[in-house]
T-cell receptor, first 111, second 114 residues
């Protein structure tokens, strides 16, 4: 997998946008970037994925830089329920179906 | 659509025993993956099944095994349990086949080995 680097922790005020960065400078041209989150004591939850263009769904937006070396997950209006560990993953093209989870970013949304 | 279900949710076993965990994927999903999560090692891939065939396997000893049935339901078995097998075991299903990393996880089975 392309190595990803995320800050270990971040804080965000409730109602504000949470912007979670991820560096993936070794990503190859056809490798997607996936984001998952894990709320305490629950299974991981798929959020979004993208290749080159920015993506948006009902949960979040994903902004990928033009050189694809980094991306940002945006939660537009963070709530207390968004407190979780967020994982950025760049699985290899032509690889297995396994997800390799790093340590992720612990996002704490404060009231 | 119902999500991924796992049974049992909690389990306590004694060292040396064996255990079988069950996973029912989302309807229509044919790929099922298993992961182990511990505080020390984080989330680690165990194996993945598609159409009753194991396609990928992680770096776990042979005591860890699994299978998938024709209805896509999957089981994993751990024999000769060790204290270090205490963990949260997670199952995930995928809507598509090869190279599908959009996986939907169940709530997990919390296994405690004493």
């Amino acid at each position: 997998d392309a190595k990803t680097t995320q800050p270990p922790s971040m804080d965000c005020a409730e109602g504000r946008a949470a912007n979670l960065p991820c560096n993936h400078s070794t990503i190859s041209g056809n490798e997607y970037v996936y984001w998952y989150r894990q709320i305490h004591s629950q299974g991981p939850q798929y959020i979004i994925h993208g290749l080159k263009n920015n993506e948006t769904n009902e949960m979040a937006s994903l902004i990928i830089t033009e050189d694809r070396k980094s991306s940002t997950l945006i939660l537009p209006h963070a709530t207390l329920r968004d407190t979780a560990v967020y994982y950025c993953i760049a699985p290899p093209e032509g690889g297995s179906e396994k997800l390799v989870f790093g340590k992720g970013t612990k996002l704490t949304v404060n009231p | 659509k119902a999500g991924v279900t796992q049974t049992p949710r909690y389990l306590i076993k004694t060292r040396g025993q064996q255990v079988t965990l069950s996973c029912s994927p989302i309807s229509g999903h044919r790929s099922v993956s298993w992961y182990q999560q511990t505080p020390g090692q984080g989330l680690q891939f165990l194996f993945e099944y598609f159409s009753e065939t194991q396609r990928n396997k992680g770096n776990f000893p042979g005591r860890f095994s699994g299978r998938q049935f024709s209805n896509s339901r999957s089981e994993m078995n751990v024999s000769t349990l060790e204290l270090g097998d205490s963990a949260l075991y997670l199952c995930a299903s995928s809507p598509r086949g090869r190279e599908n990393y959009e996986q939907y996880f169940g709530p997990g089975t919390r296994l405690t080995v004493t």
